[in-house]
């Protein structure tokens, strides 16, 4: 995926090899393609190839892409349209990639004029006069992007440009392109210029790029420059009957050659590749607790208790899966510690590998990333349990149905009891539960293998055990220490 290049980040060096004057390049057989022009060739050649087209971007391979794709080859401007984490900037930012390693350029040009075709005046006379001789310069796809977040207090001269006083004051005439101070699109000219949450745009600055999308030129304090900009122009925005703060102007939309709709994941299996794919996870998820996740946040997204028109961000189940790791890791430091560690030094160190139970602090935690309805007002955090309990019986049934659990509830018929929680270690849990009929096989249904760790097993252990309480088979009780108590029946 092509990425923007941060300030700090070294620019790419050009390869020895490429022409260094304007003769070489001619020799060398190069043309001159429209930035829709390259992006078309490129995909062509992808898509011939079997390449991965869009890497990085997940679920949408039978709907968007083709979309989008369609736009690129038809050589459309493009619009996304889409609830708040959707992966709109992801998809936008992936299309860097579809661009030229390398191009070329006239050194020093802000506008990256290609030396085979120049925009203004002072360029075609710099190429006139110096001929096959002039220096030719290469910029790389990276530096080819352009992006900005649409706020109320943009300007037009921050996308367009505005005139330069100083410039001005040097003798140069009104009208003359060297007075202007060019804004961020003009800027991206030979490249790709995104505008993210364009509604979010004062209409009266929409208006300044339709001539941007239309005729290619632009307007600048009431004088017209005929610079015609080779720009592949792409907004995202979010469908008109959720964004009451703005929307974009009809004159605007229709400007626009495609219209693309963006969803969530479909289905159970796209939303866990998207959080294997995106968490930056610092301790052991196992599978069951990250579907437990997956299945959570789909059931927040359906949930009446919710506000369908905000969407529920995929960024929730991502933020929800590294919650939940940091638990883990939490009790690995907290276990580890001197007030906590046992009188025999050979004791094996807990390893941070997540449990169900972890997961009950991510209700609090990321409760903010949902809007609910307004009559739910005081009753997030209780919704969020539900859900979350719900997501995690489903879990059960899918992972463990039909399997015989009976030595587990045998275990606590006699009065018998389980403690679990935050702070309990792994070797504690199973010394508790000791050798139980059919733990082996629950913990291959949970793919946790044939020889799993302590923790992995207590992992596995505290699963079913929940498993059992929410499908009314053990009974539950909390602690005022916050320990769990599984116990008897429900």
């Known amino acids: 995926m092509g990425r923007v290049t941060a300030p ?8 020895a090899d490429l022409p260094g004057t304007l003769g070489a390049l ?3 057989g190069h043309r001159y393609q429209t930035v829709k022009q390259e992006l078309r060739h490129n995909l062509l050649a992808r898509m011939r190839s079997g390449e991965d087209r869009f890497p990085g971007i997940v679920g949408y391979d039978d709907s968007v892409l083709p979309e989008v794709e369609r736009a690129l080859l038809a050589g459309h401007d493009m619009v996304l349209l889409g609830e708040r984490g959707q992966g709109k900037t ?17 050194p020093g040009s802000v506008l990256n004029e290609h030396p085979l075709h120049p925009l203004t005046p002072s360029s075609r006379a710099l190429v006139a006069e110096a001929g096959d001789d002039l220096p030719v310069g290469w910029l790389h796809r990276s530096m080819r992007y352009g992006e900005k977040l649409a706020t109320p207090d943009t300007s037009v001269g921050d996308l367009i440009g505005d005139v330069d006083p100083i410039r001005l004051a040097q003798g140069r005439t009104l009208g003359d392109p060297e007075t202007i101070h060019f804004g961020l699109v003009p800027r991206t000219n030979r490249g790709i210029f995104a505008v993210n949450e364009l509604p979010d745009l004062a209409e009266r600055i929409q208006v300044a790029l339709l001539n941007v999308l239309e005729e290619r030129d632009i307007q600048v304090r009431g004088y017209q420059l005929r610079l015609p900009l080779d720009l592949f122009l792409v907004a995202s925005a979010n469908p008109e009957d959720y964004t009451n703060r703005g929307r974009i102007i009809t004159p605007l939309k229709d400007r626009f050659g495609a219209e693309v709709r963006t969803h969530y994941p479909v289905d159970l299996e796209l939303e866990l590749a998207l959080i294997r794919q995106e968490a930056d996870l610092v301790a052991e998820v196992p599978e069951h607790v990250l579907e437990v996740l997956a299945r959570f946040a789909r059931a927040v997204r359906e949930s009446s208790s919710v506000d369908p028109r905000s969407g529920v961000s995929a960024r929730f189940a991502i933020a929800a899966a590294e919650t939940v790791a940091a638990a883990a890791l939490r009790r690995s430091g907290l276990l580890a510690s001197p007030a906590s560690a046992a009188d025999d030094a050979t004791v094996r160190p807990e390893a941070p590998v997540a449990r169900v139970g972890d997961a009950v602090s991510v209700t609090s935690t990321l409760r903010g990333k949902v809007e609910f309805e307004s009559g739910e007002e005081g009753r997030e955090t209780e919704i969020l349990g539900h859900l979350l309990r719900t997501a995690t019986a489903e879990t059960f049934r899918a992972r463990l149905a039909g399997l015989d659990l009976s030595g587990f509830t045998a275990l606590v018929a006699e009065g018998a009891v389980i403690e679990t929680g935050e702070l309990v270690a792994s070797a504690e849990l199973l010394r508790q539960v000791g050798t139980v009929p059919g733990l082996a096989k629950a913990l291959d249904r949970l793919g946790l293998g044939d020889a799993p760790t302590p ?27 916050g320990r769990t108590v599984y116990g008897g029946r429900s």
């Open 455 to 481: 923790e992995q097993a207590a992992a596995g252990v505290e699963f079913v055990l929940e498993g059992l309480h929410l499908t009314r088979r053990l009974g539950k009780d909390v602690t005022e220490s």
């Open 8 to 15: 700090n980040q070294a620019l790419p060096v050009p390869p």
């Open 26 to 28: 001619r020799a060398a």
């Open 90 to 106: 992801r998809l936008i930012r992936s299309l860097v990639a579809l661009l030229d390693e390398w191009t070329p350029v006239l």
